[in-house]
Nanobody
């Protein structure tokens, strides 16, 4: 079993910064992709940023240049540095990891989600 614990959410003024962190624990031997999703009230969940095992990153167009995703493979953690925050960034942010799953029948992938952390950007 794998658990993801997020931290760092909170209330911040427009233009401010927050750093979200996510720690994965449990039966982890390696992690493929790691990322952050968010869901605002009345909207669909969307990918914010993702980072592969070799450090390749991708970002939603709405956050490019403002957010930076990083990971520490030794610690099984992923972070999201959020700068120049805007009210439209307000959402519940979810950590996501993609793990290899090796079974007798073959190799598969299994994903896990954190419980979510609230980010509110308001003056």
């Amino acid at each position: 079993q794998v658990q993801l614990v997020e931290s760092g959410g909170g209330l911040v003024q427009p233009g401010g910064s927050l750093r979200l962190s996510c720690a994965a624990s449990g039966s982890i031997f390696s992690i493929n992709g790691m990322g952050w999703y968010r869901q605002a009230p009345g909207k669909q969940r969307e990918l914010v940023a993702a980072i592969s095992s070799d450090g390749m990153t991708k970002y939603a167009d709405t956050v490019k240049g403002r957010f930076t995703i990083s990971r520490d493979n030794a610690k099984n953690t992923v972070a999201l540095q959020m700068n120049s925050l805007k009210p439209e960034d307000t959402a519940v942010y979810y950590c996501h990891v993609d793990l290899p799953l090796i079974l007798a029948s073959g190799h598969y992938r299994k994903d896990y989600w954190g419980q979510g952390t609230q980010v509110t950007v308001s003056s």
